[in-house]
């Protein structure tokens, strides 16, 4: 915690087979972060539950959110709505609470716009060619899709640069990945910029 009381947004981004959902899974366990839940208007997967994976809306009730400024980012994919609520987050870091936004790549960007003060990190196996065999070994999609989602990976890596943190993957080390993240957590929370009641109290 820093002095200051306040808590830090942590985006995690980064291509299927990256690993980053098992990765947000242990820093989740820490119990030093709260997991944003996005907003869909998609419906219910078998043994998905409302408020857990997603929040489940309407259209109707997306777009009225959306009308109302009520979302840190939002995007539409075949179809559906996704979108970060904001209030849950804006009230998790006043609360001192670090937050962390499971998000893609373009939804980060439009959540940097919005609060510049979040910590981006991209998350990824070491090289294309490790990628590419994680996803055929799931052995869950043919060979259309798998090319769409290495292609996609290729897009994604386009905005690498604008990612405040790297951390790679590598094969089954997603416990080490995971430590990366809470040394880069602990090296954020003693930035000055987060500390400025201390030396403003210093001397009082």
């Given at each position: 915690?820093?002095?200051?009381?306040?808590?830090?947004?942590?985006?995690?981004?980064?291509?299927?087979?990256?690993?980053?959902?098992?990765?947000?899974?242990?820093?989740?366990?820490?119990?030093?972060?709260?997991?944003?839940?996005?907003?869909?208007?998609r419906a219910?997967?078998?043994?998905?539950?409302?408020?857990?994976?997603?929040?489940?809306?309407?259209?109707?009730?997306?777009?009225?959110?959306?009308?109302?400024?009520?979302?840190?980012?939002?995007?539409?994919?075949?179809?559906?709505?996704?979108?970060?609520?904001?209030?849950?987050?804006?009230?998790?870091?006043?609360?001192?609470?670090?937050?962390?936004?499971?998000?893609?790549?373009?939804g980060?960007?439009?959540?940097?716009?919005?609060?510049?003060?979040?910590?981006?990190?991209?998350?990824?196996?070491?090289?294309?060619?490790?990628?590419?065999?994680?996803?055929?070994?799931?052995?869950?999609?043919?060979?259309?899709?798998?090319?769409?989602?290495?292609?996609?990976?290729?897009?994604?890596?386009?905005?690498?640069?604008?990612?405040?943190?790297?951390?790679?993957?590598?094969?089954?080390?997603?416990d080490?990945?995971?430590?990366?993240?809470?040394?880069?957590?602990?090296?954020?929370?003693?930035?000055?910029?987060?500390?400025?009641?201390?030396?403003?109290?210093?001397?009082?």
């Open positions: 915690m820093n002095f200051d009381n306040k808590g830090l947004i942590f985006i995690i981004s980064g291509p299927a087979g990256s690993g980053k959902s098992t990765i947000v899974k242990k820093l989740l366990a820490t119990g030093r972060f709260e997991f944003s839940v996005s907003a869909t208007t219910p997967r078998p043994g998905e539950e409302d408020g857990v994976q997603y929040h489940f809306i309407t259209h109707e009730k997306f777009d009225e959110m959306l009308k109302d400024d009520m979302f840190l980012e939002h995007a539409e994919y075949v179809g559906n709505c996704y979108g970060t609520p904001k209030k849950p987050v804006e009230d998790w870091v006043n609360a001192g609470k670090n937050v962390i936004l499971e998000i893609e790549v373009i980060a960007l439009q959540v940097k716009e919005k609060k510049p003060e979040a910590i981006m990190i991209f998350i990824t196996p070491p090289d294309a060619e490790t990628l590419e065999a994680r996803l055929r070994g799931r052995g869950t999609e043919d060979e259309a899709h798998l090319l769409g989602r290495l292609a996609k990976a290729r897009r994604e890596f386009e905005s690498f640069d604008k990612y405040d943190y790297a951390v790679i993957n590598e094969q089954e080390s997603a080490k990945a995971a430590e990366v993240v809470l040394k880069i957590l602990d090296a954020e929370e003693h930035r000055t910029s987060c500390n400025k009641t201390l030396f403003e109290n210093f001397f009082n």
